[in-house]
């Protein structure tokens, strides 16, 4: 196991889409948190108006920001082990397709987890520059940094796992990419004018409301209570993936 843990990693550390997504996501991250609403700070959001509850704003905004970027990462990861016939070298590298493939979710996990991390630190130090760029002084931050931060970390890694299954599914790029960013949100929306308050309970919604920035008085979940269900709704999605993983030929 501990070899197929450090061949995934490898295989991660060494394919440059990790690293230009990662650099895209980072510049991105940069120019909203430094010029948006560190410098220029014009609207109306805690962020702007350099309030109390900045960082319990800024951290779940880059957490929706890089959290796609860390999802495509996955995609390609496992998706490339099909276009390019390398899963036949993981599977015959270890006695167990099981153990493989709990590789590869461990790395990946460990990917979108620390790529989260690292985004929030950019994000951080990037909005508190752009504060003092504009000569302007932040209030005294009232917030749960362990909280907050394992909020946005786990809504990171919660989507791009839901990207690496849509991979292990449909092993096409393409098909994965577009039922992640588009294809599940536009059948959650149609399904939301049918299920009305219900929609809540639908996974991307579900994952949505871990940030808290849903109001519960309006009927929202706690974010714990929406972590639980969305952590079900992934058992249940990596439970298929792996019997599928196992059952189907790897070519």
């Known amino acids: 196991m501990r070899n197929s ?17 990662a650099l895209i996501a980072a510049i991105i991250t940069t120019f909203f948190a430094l010029y948006v609403e560190g410098y220029k700070g014009e609207g109306e959001m805690a962020t702007s108006a350099l309030s109390k509850d900045a960082f319990t704003e800024l951290i779940p905004n880059v957490g929706n920001i890089t959290a796609s970027f860390a999802a495509v990462v996955l995609i390609l990861f496992f998706v490339h082990e099909y276009r390019y016939n390398t899963i036949m070298h993981t599977l015959t590298a270890t006695n167990s397709r099981t153990k493989a493939l709990a590789a590869k979710l461990l790395a990946a996990a460990a990917y979108s ?3 989260a991390l690292l985004m929030i630190g950019v994000g951080l130090l990037m909005y508190l520059l752009g504060v003092s760029l504009r000569g302007g002084t932040l209030a005294p931050q009232v917030f749960s940094p362990l909280a907050t931060i394992g909020k946005s970390v786990f809504y990171t890694v919660g989507y791009s796992l839901l990207g690496a299954l849509f991979a292990v599914l449909t092993r096409n790029l393409a098909a994965a990419i577009v039922l992640l960013l588009f294809g599940l949100g536009t059948v959650e929306a149609l399904l939301g004018l049918l299920l009305k308050h219900n929609n809540i309970y639908l996974p991307l919604t579900t994952l949505h409301q871990v940030l808290g920035s849903a109001r519960i008085e309006d009927g929202a979940m706690t974010p714990l209570r929406a972590a639980a269900l969305f952590a079900v709704y992934l058992i249940v999605g990596w439970a298929i993936g792996w019997y599928l993983f196992l059952k189907r030929d790897a070519n």
């Open 113 to 115: 987890a620390v790529f």
């Open 5 to 21: 843990l450090k061949s995934e990693f490898l295989k991660l550390a060494t394919v440059r889409s990790t690293y230009v997504l």
